[in-house]
């Protein structure tokens, strides 16, 4: 079965730091521009971050310089390093391929929650 399995949240005071981790098979991320979304209590999903195979990587604004997305390709691993979180950041995030054709069944997710 083709899955992806989240891991790395937590609870973490503003300012604080987390590292995602996202595991899938080989075929999952060969090739593939992965990326890691967000979901947030009564809104809808959004892009956070994306990386191609050969390492390009884009933000959405909201994220610049205080996130980085990365890939271990022979782990078929791919990492979202979260610092100088914000309340805002709370959520839970998802990791998939990019291209909405190509994406496959969304995993559990792990839970992000920035609080006092």
């Known amino acids: 079965q083709v899955q992806l399995v989240e891991s790395g949240g937590g609870l973490v005071q503003p300012g604080g730091s987390l590292r995602l981790s996202c595991v899938g098979s080989r075929e999952i991320f060969e090739f593939y521009t992965m990326a890691w979304y967000r979901q947030a209590p009564g809104k809808q999903r959004e892009w956070v971050a994306s990386?191609?195979?050969?390492?390009?990587?884009n933000y959405v604004d909201s994220v610049k310089g205080r996130f980085t997305i990365s890939r271990d390709n022979a782990q078929n691993t791919v990492y979202l390093q979260m610092s100088s979180l914000k309340p805002e950041d709370t959520a839970i995030y998802y990791c998939n391929r990019a291209s909405i054709g190509a994406r496959i069944s969304w995993g559990q997710g792990t839970q992000v929650t920035v609080s006092p």
């Open positions: 990386i191609m195979s050969g390492g390009t990587t």
